[in-house]
């Protein structure tokens, strides 16, 4: 139990339109190690990407608990849990949301940006500069850091959003549907990509996908239908 | 405190969104705009004032009464030993009619004037009278009201009119103003006699009403003031014979009933003192003159020059309608607000998708909502600043951009037959412009609230889903 990194308990989360209520997630129930490259699969519209949306802070849960480090994140204020988005958890997203003005490297570099102040950034711009050409370094995309995203490829601007998720070195990284706007070859390499960083840096890895072929990749795979976690293997 | 990224994106966002161009555009149109009103309204209102200023000492004293008031000389002379007077000068002030009559050459010229006895170098000393002679201005030394020693060849000069004292007519009296401000003169008018008549007042305040006073004097010069409009056409001759017309030299019917010679006022030029306390120490001196000679006579008023009654109505009214010029404008600055609220508006919808990736990165609400503030402010900032690159050499070339409009199209707003200056005021008032500038940073920023509290407000997962 204490040798998490994240875990749900009970999540209940409901969404309501009109009349209509509608509950995506139904008592869930989660936890992932650290260093665990993690699957989970289900259907559209089975809340794989509201699970990983509440896991990684970006919204609210109705009822029940999430742990980070086995601390209650409900208990945090609005600010902590900035902080803890900023600094231990990197989103990779389907269709990779790049800042369209900013350059590669630029995007990059924004969640550093966003946990320093003015006067401290001064002090560690060009540690991050150089950090962040390191990390598009390993992602190959040290020639493309002073494009912007509309110039690139699809699978460069994902690649590019999974420079951005590491940045700051987070303990946990969550990627919705990663090859979901990509063609096969290009999917694969991203997949190359996580599973490298999963196993050359012990990467913690939650990825949610529709696709069973591209969950297996993952170490371990959970099922998600009617709102609850099915183990898969 | 700010996070780097909140300055980055509102410098980026400015630098990309061509949207945010027309808000710097309606920002620096708005603050040109007031830049120029400012400046010019309040440049008319410094020029009257300068103007009202320069006709008048810095404080003048006066009897509440055409009678004048005696003791005048012992007022001017102990004024004139108080720390900060630089001179003091006494004036008779009497209305007359001033006539012109030379068959040929001029019709018959009758007028209602002021006259103004003044001593010609204490006045001159004390008022701005000599930069505003004709002829004079140009001569080394003080003005005179003196004749000449060899009056001028004038067919005019009879010996049925012989001139007891020359005088200055203002430009105003004897000459039309052209559209551009300048007199016309006519050249011939001067050296040439003129008659003035004054209505004599017995010392019981009564019209003599058997003795005109009628004394011809050779008119030698004339005098524009900055401000015709707001002082009564007048005649300057010398205070001696102002006196004598007014019936204010000294007089003694018999041995033991004495009066002393009167003045109508005392102007006195004290630039630096502080003319509040200055009133106090004159009004104090005054006192003890009247009971050193048991004068109990007319109330006596002591003003500073902006204290005078149609003075201190016109420069109060000039500042209320500069007030309400601004504000009129300024209205339209309040547009300019409105715009920017569109436009941000637009903008921040626009940049929804980026405002959930910033908090899927830790950004927090705050933080999002300073994006859209610094950016507001940064085009406030730069708004002013072009702003003032259009208003300020605008203000400055005015006049010439006024006579090239007049030129190109015909147009010409600016009179100076109407607007009494020649030229259109044309420094910058750079206290109001700062004011103006600051007012339109906050007025941008006023405009970006509410869509800076709608971004901020925006939970991530909405903003990202947003399509």
């Not at chain 1, 803890?84 to 997203?93: A, E």
């Not at chain 2, 300048?182 to 008659?195: E, F």
Request: charged residues 20%.
């Amino acid at each position: 139990m204490n040798n998490t990194i994240i875990r749900a308990e009970n999540i209940v989360k409901t969404y309501t339109s009109g009349p209509e209520v509608l509950q995506v997630l139904r008592g869930l129930e989660l936890s992932v190690r650290p260093g665990e490259f993690l699957a989970i699969t289900g259907i559209s519209g089975s809340g794989k990407s509201t699970l990983l949306h509440l896991l990684g802070l970006l919204d609210e849960w109705d009822s029940g608990s999430i742990y980070f480090d086995e601390q209650d994140v409900s208990a945090l204020s609005a600010g902590r849990r900035d902080r803890l988005r900023n600094q231990q958890i990197g989103f990779v997203f389907q269709f990779y949301h790049l800042l369209p003005e900013l350059t590669v490297l630029e995007n990059t570099m924004l969640p550093a940006m966003v946990g320093n102040s003015s006067f401290s950034w001064l002090g560690c711009r060009v540690k991050m500069r150089r950090q962040a050409l390191e990390v598009l370094t390993q992602l190959g995309l040290a020639e493309r850091a002073k494009h912007r995203p509309s110039q690139l490829s699809g699978g460069e601007q994902q690649r590019t959003a999974i420079a951005r998720a590491l940045i700051n070195k987070p303990r946990l990284l969550l990627a919705d549907e990663p090859t979901g706007n990509l063609d096969v070859d290009t999917g694969g390499q991203i997949l190359d990509l996580l599973e490298t960083l999963n196993s050359q840096h012990n990467q913690t890895i939650i990825m949610v996908s529709h696709d069973p072929d591209i969950a297996n990749r993952a170490h371990r795979r959970l099922h998600l239908d009617k709102g609850r976690i099915h183990s898969n293997s | 405190m700010l996070h780097h990224f909140e300055l980055f994106l509102a410098c980026r966002y400015l630098k990309k969104k061509r949207l945010a161009f027309f808000s710097i555009a309606a920002v620096a149109l708005s603050v040109a705009m007031l830049i120029v009103v400012s400046s010019v309204t309040g440049g008319f209102v410094k020029q009257y004032r300068l103007a009202c200023h320069g006709s008048y000492g810095d404080i003048i004293i006066s009897a509440d009464s055409l009678m004048g008031f005696p003791y005048y000389d012992e007022l001017v002379a102990q004024a004139r030993e108080l720390d900060g007077v630089q001179e003091a000068t006494a004036v008779i002030k009497l209305p007359g009619l001033l006539r012109i009559d030379q068959p040929g050459r001029f019709k018959l010229f009758v007028k209602g004037v002021q006259i103004l006895g003044i001593e010609p170098e204490s006045y001159s000393k004390t008022t701005e009278f000599k930069a505003g002679l004709w002829k004079q201005s140009k001569v080394d030394g003080p003005p005179s009201l003196a004749l000449p020693d060899k009056l001028p060849d004038n067919p005019y000069l009879t010996e049925g009119i012989k001139p007891k004292g020359a005088c200055v007519v203002g430009v105003e009296v004897v000459c039309n103003r052209s559209s551009d401000g300048s007199y016309q003169r006519k050249k011939d008018l001067y050296g040439s006699p003129v008659i003035i008549s004054v209505m004599a007042l017995k010392r019981t305040g009564l019209i003599d009403v058997d003795t005109t006073v009628r004394y011809p004097f050779l008119l030698i010069d004339d005098f524009e003031g900055s401000v015709p409009l707001i002082t009564e056409p007048t005649v300057y001759i010398p205070f001696e014979l102002a006196q004598k017309m007014s019936r204010m030299v000294e007089y003694s019917d018999d041995p033991e009933h004495f009066e002393p010679a009167r003045a109508s006022q005392i102007q006195i030029l004290a630039p630096d003192a502080d003319l509040q306390e200055l009133k106090k120490r004159l009004r104090g001196i005054w006192e003890k003159i009247a009971r050193d000679n048991n004068y109990v006579g007319e109330a006596m008023v002591f003003e500073t020059w902006d204290e005078q009654e149609g003075i201190s109505i016109l420069i109060n009214q000039l500042e209320h309608e500069r007030s309400l010029m601004t504000v009129l404008f300024g209205i339209m600055g309040v547009v300019s607000i409105f715009l920017i609220f569109c436009i941000f508006f637009v903008i921040v919808t626009e940049k929804i998708p980026d405002i959930g990736i910033i908090k899927s990165v830790g950004g927090s609400s705050a933080g999002v909502g300073r994006i859209f503030f610094v950016y507001a402010g940064a085009v406030g900032v730069v708004g002013s600043l072009l702003g003032l690159a259009m208003g300020w050499p605008f203000v400055v070339h005015i006049n010439a951009i006024h006579d090239w409009v007049g030129r190109t199209f015909g147009w010409k707003i600016y009179d100076p037959r109407v607007l009494l200056f020649p030229d259109i005021p044309n420094e910058v008032d750079w206290s109001a412009t700062m004011i103006i500038m600051i007012a339109a940073v906050v007025g941008s920023l006023i405009g970006s609230m509410i869509p800076a509290v709608r971004a901020a407000l925006m939970k991530p997962i909405q903003a990202l889903r947003y399509e």
